[in-house]
């Protein structure tokens, strides 16, 4: 056993259940996915009830992925790109702090890393 498997392990289970977590009201209630919706279409993203079913279901699968260690490299690719989307397209418009910004960019950087470093020693990946 190596300190860097059981880091690696615990930076999956804390994207994993956060991603999860972010987006289950969504999935509990149509009324929550609409008013998701309706924010992104206050910031012009094409189709915004689409991209409020695609962003939640990606969260939820790649966050799934991500916890069991199946496919983590490429569910981190896509997190990355989707919270690239939401930092390049909702926080910089705003002017967001970076206090603001602080939860999406953790998202992204837990997910960079792992897309680096592969899912670790305690996965169904085994890389």
Do not use: C
């Amino acid at each position: 056993m190596t300190n860097t498997s059981i880091g690696i392990l615990l930076l999956r289970i804390f994207i994993g259940l956060r991603l999860m977590y972010g987006v289950s009201d969504n999935l509990i209630s149509w009324d929550h996915m609409q008013e998701f919706a309706g924010f992104l279409g206050k910031y012009k993203f094409p189709f915004p009830m689409v991209s409020a079913i695609t962003s939640v279901a990606v969260q939820m699968i790649a966050g799934f992925l991500m916890l069991i260690g199946w496919q983590t490299k490429l569910s981190a690719a896509i997190i990355v790109i989707n919270f690239l989307i939401a930092i390049f397209m909702v926080h910089f418009p705003n002017g967001d702090s970076i206090d603001l910004m602080t939860p999406a960019l953790a998202m992204l950087f837990v997910s960079a890393s792992l897309f680096f470093t592969g899912a670790g020693k305690y996965s169904i990946d085994k890389v």
